[in-house]
């Protein structure tokens, strides 16, 4: 019998349509001094698909493609969008569900990939208030095996598009502050090593995209734009980062960075995210059967925030 009554899905949350971009947004941002011009350049990144973000159709796919494997009721809740995590909180009370498992759309641990995680599930189970369910977060995993497994999969299927091409790894930088606070960039190498070695490849560099940052705050580089015009040759780019092909892939990667590598004129093949590969669905119905230990207390601190605030990292829209 499972230790849990429900499975939780957390995600980032995105717009589906153009009047959801800026009420998005501006909960991305809510609590940060972000001028109102930088929040209109970001969102022509949503009007750019008509301000819809792909994030919460593969969820739902996510969600479907685990329903046949998990023995239990699936429900799912955003950070930023709905369906707003507090509001599935609390369906899950009424629900009399008691004690829940979440998975959160985020394989790496940093704060904004684990650590505020964890604070946005408190903050939801705090607004339910009595009645809440005991939720227990599965940690970053992509150490497993079965992760790697799926990108490997995906990075082959790209090599065969073009075999010669160098191979680039791309996650979303994030301040160095919180970097240095989490073991965000040795899991993101290792990953990468594994990867790599899973393909025959041993020729690799990590590169990062989507920065979003103030100027005078440090993010971690190489830029994946200001590479490609270092190196000026054929490339795989593998979004090994993110777990799915959502805005920050479909406009930082197939539209900027593509168009770097058309005014170099060099050819560009992009791998796919791991997705709802059959070894991803594998390792989550194999993970939400475990006991999951809460991360210690000091763990993905949050960031030192610069005086002049602009976006924090998000591990996905």
Same mark, same amino acid.
């Given at each position: 019998?499972? /230790? $849990?009554?429900?499975?939780?899905?957390?995600?980032?949350?995105?717009?589906? /349509?153009?009047?959801?971009?800026?009420? +998005?947004?501006?909960?991305?941002?809510?609590?940060?001094?972000?001028?109102?011009?930088?929040?209109?350049?970001?969102?022509? @990144? $949503?009007?750019? !698909?008509?301000?819809?973000?792909?994030?919460?159709?593969?969820?739902?796919?996510?969600?479907?493609?685990?329903?046949?494997?998990?023995?239990?009721?699936?429900?799912?809740?955003?950070?930023?969008?709905?369906?707003?995590?507090?509001?599935?909180?609390?369906?899950?009370?009424?629900?009399?569900?008691?004690?829940?498992?979440? +998975?959160?759309?985020?394989? !790496?641990?940093?704060?904004?990939?684990?650590?505020?995680?964890?604070?946005?599930?408190?903050?939801?189970?705090?607004?339910?208030?009595?009645?809440?369910?005991?939720?227990?977060?599965?940690?970053?995993?992509?150490?497993?095996?079965?992760?790697?497994?799926?990108?490997?999969?995906?990075?082959?299927?790209?090599?065969?598009?073009?075999? @010669?091409?160098?191979?680039? +790894?791309?996650? @979303?930088?994030?301040?160095?502050?919180?970097?240095?606070?989490?073991?965000?960039?040795?899991?993101?190498?290792?990953?990468?090593?594994?990867?790599?070695?899973?393909?025959?490849?041993?020729?690799?560099?990590?590169? $990062?995209?989507?920065?979003?940052?103030?100027?005078?705050?440090?993010?971690?580089?190489?830029?994946?734009?200001? $590479?490609?015009?270092?190196?000026?040759?054929?490339?795989?780019?593998?979004?090994?980062? !993110?777990?799915?092909? *959502?805005?920050?892939?479909?406009?930082?990667?197939?539209?900027?960075?593509?168009?770097?590598?058309?005014?170099?004129?060099?050819?560009?093949?992009?791998?796919?995210?791991?997705?709802? *590969?059959?070894?991803?669905?594998?390792?989550?119905?194999?993970?939400?059967?475990?006991? *999951?230990?809460?991360?210690?207390?000091?763990?993905?601190?949050?960031?030192?925030?610069?005086?002049?605030?602009? !976006?924090?990292?998000?591990?996905?829209?």
């Amino acid at each position: 019998m499972s /230790k $849990y009554d429900a499975l939780l899905i957390v995600s980032f949350g995105g717009p589906e /349509k153009r009047e959801d971009v800026i009420p +998005f947004l501006e909960n991305v941002l809510r609590g940060r001094n972000v001028p109102r011009e930088r929040i209109l350049q970001v969102a022509e @990144h $949503y009007y750019h !698909f008509d301000g819809r973000s792909p994030i919460n159709e593969q969820n739902r796919a996510l969600i479907e493609a685990l329903r046949p494997v998990v023995n239990m009721p699936i429900y799912w809740g955003n950070r930023n969008w709905h369906p707003m995590l507090a509001d599935t909180m609390r369906q899950m009370a009424d629900d009399g569900i008691k004690r829940a498992v979440a +998975f959160v759309t985020s394989a !790496f641990g940093s704060y904004s990939g684990c650590r505020q995680y964890i604070e946005d599930i408190e903050r939801a189970r705090a607004a339910v208030g009595e009645g809440a369910p005991q939720v227990s977060k599965i940690r970053p995993f992509s150490g497993q095996p079965k992760f790697n497994q799926a990108m490997t999969d995906r990075v082959r299927a790209a090599l065969a598009e073009l075999p @010669h091409g160098r191979l680039v +790894f791309t996650a @979303h930088s994030v301040p160095v502050s919180m970097a240095e606070s989490s073991p965000y960039v040795r899991e993101l190498e290792s990953a990468c090593a594994a990867v790599a070695q899973g393909v025959g490849r041993n020729d690799w560099k990590l590169a $990062y995209q989507s920065r979003s940052g103030p100027p005078t705050q440090p993010w971690l580089e190489p830029d994946i734009g200001d $590479y490609l015009r270092e190196i000026r040759s054929d490339v795989v780019i593998v979004p090994i980062g !993110f777990l799915s092909d *959502h805005m920050e892939v479909l406009y930082d990667l197939d539209t900027e960075a593509r168009a770097v590598c058309q005014e170099l004129g060099v050819k560009m093949v992009r791998a796919g995210t791991a997705g709802t *590969h059959p070894a991803m669905i594998e390792m989550i119905a194999e993970m939400v059967e475990q006991d *999951h230990e809460q991360c210690a207390e000091g763990c993905c601190a949050a960031p030192r925030r610069p005086v002049a605030s602009g !976006f924090q990292a998000r591990p996905t829209t």
